[in-house]
């Protein structure tokens, strides 16, 4: 595979335009970036009477992007079938049952360009001579090996009492290895990241869907499917010299999603407040929530779903049909930094308790004649819920706290020291998609079309339940691996279409 890519720039002047991109200078950046896999395959297929199945490939790929001693990885599958309802003739009630299992590897290699140092010459010079450096803040390295990924699946499909009753249940078990990762090294080497093999992620777990067609009188029938699916996730290794790989990072915000060697893919980590042995908050002298520095960043919940389901429904009667889907996932955890903003900044609802009498305080204060604030008891304010140290910090002794403080100064330090108060539950149920379908009757068709509907589609129509305040809990804070974050993100979009399907 070669790919060469071309700057396209077009550049228009417009006297009475004020924007940034009404310039004269244009500095165009050219690329000719290369990669190439050669591939061979083959594949067989077997079957016997209609009743026995067995399916096998073989791939080896050569790849530009690795060494030579590595560039090269052959991986199989191999998949077999047996449909037994052929021979159990005499049960009427099974209309189809078949097992399945199956075993495959999969090879993978990396992007061009990262296995030895890049060099780059400068647009300037010294004393006449062109100046370079090695390009980049990551060190490659040089015996990459291709990632390898192992699995297997065992399933099976039975289908009673004329396929009104179905069920397909399957069984999976995924182990990927020697993953290219660019993982953090100090910077005193020299470079901030390192691209290794690294790391072994297992996913098992189970995908189980129920049909059924309950009801079926003249021209009305009504179908339902419900299905679930149950992953398991886990970092059974990661590197002898790294236990913690960032996914994605919060700096400002004080979190980060992260991989732990023996720990789950996806883990939300950051400080936690401190608590006493019955876990209540422990407060300071000002009356703020206090974070437990000497533990550092703990766990504080996981971005990755426990498991997912869904519900449809169809109903059809002559020409007409409707379809429902609703959508159920659950056991997530979101770290919501819009409601960490929120609260910081005023706008959070729950802001507004304690300022009325804050202010009465102050009024009292200035009444008073009194100009110095270390001389002030505040009568008035917000009171955090929690504890507070009347002891020393060797020997607490814990009461229940009473200090009033200023609410823009309580919810205004809590979003950049601990995340622990703006992690939700992310879990929720969906409307997800409503159709509603109508089929042309064919004499309408004339001799072009065999075949004819119209139908409109709703999307994304009804948040049913959320855990989450204010904002989407499928909402994300990038494409890649930041599931558990969410920062400013947009109301999520109802949308409505129309679909004309015709068959020639």
């Given at each position: 595979?070669?790919?060469?890519?071309?700057?396209?720039?077009?550049?228009?002047?417009?006297?009475?335009?004020?924007?940034?991109?009404?310039?004269?200078?244009?500095?165009?950046?050219?690329?000719?970036?290369?990669?190439?896999?050669?591939?061979?395959?083959?594949?067989?297929?077997?079957?016997?009477?209609?009743?026995?199945?067995?399916?096998?490939?073989?791939?080896?790929?050569?790849?530009?992007?690795?060494?030579?001693?590595?560039?090269?990885?052959?991986?199989?599958?191999?998949?077999?079938?047996?449909?037994?309802?052929?021979?159990?003739?005499?049960?009427?009630?099974?209309?189809?049952?078949?097992?399945?299992?199956?075993?495959?590897?999969?090879?993978?290699?990396?992007?061009?360009?990262?296995?030895?140092?890049?060099?780059?010459?400068?647009?300037?010079?010294?004393?006449?001579?062109?100046?370079?450096?090695?390009?980049?803040?990551?060190?490659?390295?040089?015996?990459?090996?291709?990632?390898?990924?192992?699995?297997?699946?065992?399933?099976?499909?039975?289908?009673?009492?004329?396929?009104?009753?179905?069920?397909?249940?399957?069984?999976?078990?995924?182990?990927?290895?020697?993953?290219?990762?660019?993982?953090?090294?100090?910077?005193?080497?020299?470079?901030?990241?390192?691209?290794?093999?690294?790391?072994?992620?297992?996913?098992?777990?189970?995908?189980?869907?129920?049909?059924?067609?309950?009801?079926?009188?003249?021209?009305?029938?009504?179908?339902?499917?419900?299905?679930?699916?149950?992953?398991?996730?886990?970092?059974?290794?990661?590197?002898?010299?790294?236990?913690?790989?960032?996914?994605?990072n919060a700096r400002w915000a004080g979190a980060a999603i992260v991989v732990k060697e023996g720990g789950k893919y996806g883990d939300i980590v950051g400080k936690k407040w401190l608590r006493d042995d019955e876990g209540k908050i422990v407060h300071n002298a000002a009356g703020l929530p206090m974070t437990d520095d000497a533990a550092g960043q703990q766990i504080l919940g996981n971005g990755q779903y426990d498991f997912t389901a869904g519900l449809i429904n169809s109903f059809s009667y002559k020409g007409f049909s409707l379809r429902a889907l609703i959508d159920w996932k659950s056991g997530a955890d979101l770290y919501s930094m819009s409601s960490g903003i929120g609260h910081a900044q005023g706008t959070a609802e729950a802001t507004l308790e304690g300022r009325d009498a804050w202010y009465d305080s102050e009024e009292a204060r200035l009444a008073a004649g009194i100009e110095n604030i270390a001389d002030w008891t505040p009568t008035g304010g917000y009171i955090g819920e929690g504890v507070k140290n009347i002891g020393t910090a060797d020997a607490p002794e814990y009461v229940t706290n009473d200090i009033p403080t200023n609410p823009q100064n309580y919810w205004g330090s809590l979003y950049t020291r601990s995340p622990e108060f703006f992690i939700y539950d992310a879990s929720y149920v969906k409307l997800r998609e409503l159709v509603f379908s109508y089929n042309l009757p064919k004499k309408f068709l004339g001799n072009i079309f065999t075949g004819a509907s119209v139908s409109f589609v709703g999307r994304n129509l009804w948040l049913i339940y959320s855990n989450v305040p204010n904002v989407d809990p499928e909402s994300g804070y990038n494409n890649g691996n930041g599931q558990g974050f969410e920062y400013g993100s947009i109301p999520s979009r109802r949308s409505y279409g129309f679909n004309l399907n015709l068959k020639f």
């Open positions: 595979m070669r790919r060469l890519f071309l700057p396209l720039v077009t550049v228009s002047f417009w006297n009475d335009v004020e924007t940034i991109q009404n310039f004269l200078n244009v500095n165009n950046e050219y690329s000719n970036i290369r990669k190439q896999i050669n591939s061979v395959f083959g594949s067989v297929q077997l079957g016997y009477k209609d009743t026995y199945f067995v399916d096998a490939t073989l791939r080896n790929d050569w790849s530009s992007a690795l060494a030579e001693d590595y560039n090269s990885y052959l991986y199989p599958s191999v998949s077999g079938s047996f449909v037994f309802s052929n021979l159990l003739e005499s049960a009427n009630f099974l209309s189809f049952g078949k097992l399945r299992a199956s075993y495959a590897e999969v090879g993978g290699d990396t992007g061009p360009y990262r296995l030895s140092q890049n060099y780059g010459v400068k647009d300037f010079s010294l004393l006449g001579k062109p100046l370079g450096e090695i390009s980049g803040a990551t060190l490659n390295k040089r015996d990459l090996k291709p990632t390898r990924t192992y699995s297997y699946k065992l399933g099976t499909d039975i289908r009673l009492f004329e396929d009104r009753l179905r069920l397909d249940v399957a069984y999976y078990h995924q182990l990927t290895r020697n993953q290219i990762l660019s993982l953090n090294i100090p910077s005193t080497s020299g470079y901030d990241m390192a691209v290794i093999n690294a790391g072994e992620i297992l996913n098992e777990g189970f995908e189980v869907q129920l049909g059924a067609t309950p009801v079926t009188l003249g021209d009305f029938s009504w179908d339902v499917t419900v299905n679930f699916a149950r992953n398991i996730n886990s970092v059974p290794k990661l590197h002898e010299e790294v236990d913690t790989y960032i996914l994605a």
